[in-house]
Structure formats: structure tokens, C-alpha cells
């Protein structure tokens, strides 16, 4: 499974973040994602194992100003990884994350134009292609079941992430 969930509202700062918005991003990135996960770890079980690869984020650890509810969204979703595979162990299911930067999509677009940087600029940022992702989890899923990626990042290289907090 490629548990992928991912939306966002655009740059918040704290006290504005209403619950609605609060609710649907995380109600999206993460409870969607423990549903997901759910229902695959009672069907991994049937089926002797299985692999879980979770959708995180860079933001987890290193957030971008006005990104509360995405964050920590993305934050909780290494403690689901983490949970997942300690509870898939004796049921043969290794469960991992890949947090991506910066990947080509129609939710990064504007990071091409500009993101709002930690020392207030506005600036724009390299993109790495979805082909690029993509080896990446196929990498993590053709993995046997005896091996597991618990956390893996994945970023264009010219991605100002290291240094950025």
C-alpha cells in the first residue's frame, strides 16, 4: 500500500487557522491515512505480510511559516508509520515513510514561483520529478518483507531544505 493523502490551505498564520481548515487538512493527511492503513494491516494479516509505505513530508521536521495544520499532519503520520511497524512485526507487515520535497505536482506549482521562506522572503524553489518520486517507493516496495526503509527523504537536490530551520 502507498498510503497517499495530501491537501493543504495556503500559508496561515496560527490564529487565523480556523478549525474548519484545521479539520479537513488533517482530517485528510491523517485519518484518512489511519483508515487506509487500517483496513490494508487487517488484510496484510489474512494474507501473510505486506508493506505499508507511508506519505510524509520534509515539513514534518523542517515546517514552512504559516503551516500549522500540514505539519503537524505530517508529523503525526511518522508516529502512524512508526506504530504500524512495530504492530506489523509479528504479522510479517514492515510499514515505512518517505517524506518528499518538493516533488511536480499541480498542489507544488507555486513552489515554482515563490514559498514563503523562514526569514519572511517570498522565494522560488527547484522541483524534483514525479518519475524521481516514484523510483523512490518503487524502491521501498520491491524490498522483501524481511528488509525495511523505516524513513526515507527524497528532494531535488537544489531544494534550500538543509539550512532552512
Do not use: C
Not at 42 to 71: D, Q
Amino acid at each position: 500500500l502507498f498510503n497517499n493523502a495530501g491537501v493543504n490551505v495556503g500559508p496561515t498564520p496560527t490564529d487565523q487557522m480556523s478549525l474548519d481548515d484545521w479539520r479537513w487538512v488533517v482530517g485528510t493527511n491523517l485519518d484518512a491515512a489511519f483508515h487506509v492503513a487500517r483496513e490494508a494491516f487487517k488484510l496484510m494479516m489474512t494474507h501473510g505480510g505486506g508493506r505499508i509505505v507511508g506519505n510524509g513530508s520534509v515539513s514534518a521536521a523542517t515546517p514552512r511559516p504559516g503551516s500549522i495544520a500540514y505539519t503537524a499532519s505530517k508529523h503525526a503520520m511518522t508516529g502512524l508509520t512508526k506504530s504500524l511497524a512495530l504492530d506489523g512485526r509479528p504479522h510479517n507487515i514492515a510499514a515505512g515513510q518517505i517524506d518528499f520535497g518538493n516533488v511536480v505536482s499541480a498542489i507544488s506549482a507555486k513552489m515554482a514561483t515563490g514559498m514563503p521562506q523562514a526569514d519572511g522572503s517570498v522565494a522560488s524553489e527547484p522541483r524534483m520529478s514525479a518519475d524521481d518520486a516514484a523510483d523512490a517507493v518503487f524502491y521501498m516496495a520491491q524490498l522483501p518483507l524481511s528488509a525495511n526503509v523505516l524513513s526515507m527523504t527524497v528532494m531535488a537536490t537544489k531544494m534550500p531544505l538543509v539550512g532552512r530551520g
